[in-house]
């Protein structure tokens, strides 16, 4: 089964899981504002407990982690030939750093794209400007600075990642930036808050699912008569 057929079924199953015709769902996506009055608002923790979205995120990250990458050189004018010799060789294809595998760097970035809007990742470099190893960085300590002045545009990245409460300042040269979809192509949206009412409807489904099948499957009541 393809990656498109895949995500149609995860949306079916979203729709069958929750009793929610496709009517019913569009209307979920299309009233995405944020919940108020101390209502559930999502988290990345609580949107992910919800099965069909854990499934389709999960799907998408892992097929992007399975592909193969590797860095190309050209060469006779236009043929392209794989390159093992570049510093950047073994980072996209084999390892970022000792402690973890390129798959596991492309499903990690990946996932954090989608539920988060970015994903981040520093380039460390060597002493000649070649790139040594990758460092997986929180995207909430993370901001993405677009300035225009004199009518030139300069982006660049704040983060306080280190820990210590002190901000660093990285030119775009030094960030790896994955976004979803993005307004401007600069920041990415995340489905946190574009699809946090849909989220909370499937909170509460399953919050009741829960509650209902704890009473014994009972539904407590009385009747009232004259």
Request: with cysteine.
């Amino acid at each position: 089964m393809g990656l498109i057929q895949r995500l149609a079924s995860a949306a079916k199953a979203f729709t069958s899981e929750h009793g929610l015709s496709d009517r019913d769902l569009g209307n979920l996506l299309r009233d995405s504002g944020r919940s108020k009055g101390g209502q559930f608002s999502a988290t990345r923790l609580g949107a992910m407990a919800i099965p069909a979205l854990y499934r389709a995120v999960s799907i998408v990250s892992e097929d992007v982690a399975s592909c193969k990458c590797f860095v190309y050189k050209t060469v006779d004018g236009d043929e392209r030939v794989k390159d093992p010799g570049h510093p950047a060789y073994k980072l996209v294809h084999t390892r970022v750093h000792d402690k973890m595998s390129a798959f596991d760097f492309r499903k990690t970035m990946q996932y954090r794209a989608m539920v988060e809007g970015n994903a981040y990742a520093i380039i460390h470099h060597n002493g000649n400007y070649q790139p040594r190893w990758l460092e997986l960085t929180d995207p909430g300590t993370v901001t993405p600075v677009r300035e225009v002045l004199g009518g030139v545009a300069r982006d660049y990245y704040v983060s306080s990642h280190g820990g210590d409460g002190s901000l660093k300042i990285y030119e775009t040269s030094n960030i790896l930036h994955i976004k979803a979809l993005s307004h401007d192509g600069f920041v990415g949206e995340s489905i946190l808050s574009i699809l946090d009412r849909a989220i909370a409807g499937g909170h509460y489904v399953q919050e009741y699912r829960v509650r209902f099948f704890e009473q014994g499957g009972n539904v407590k009541g009385y009747l009232k008569v004259p």
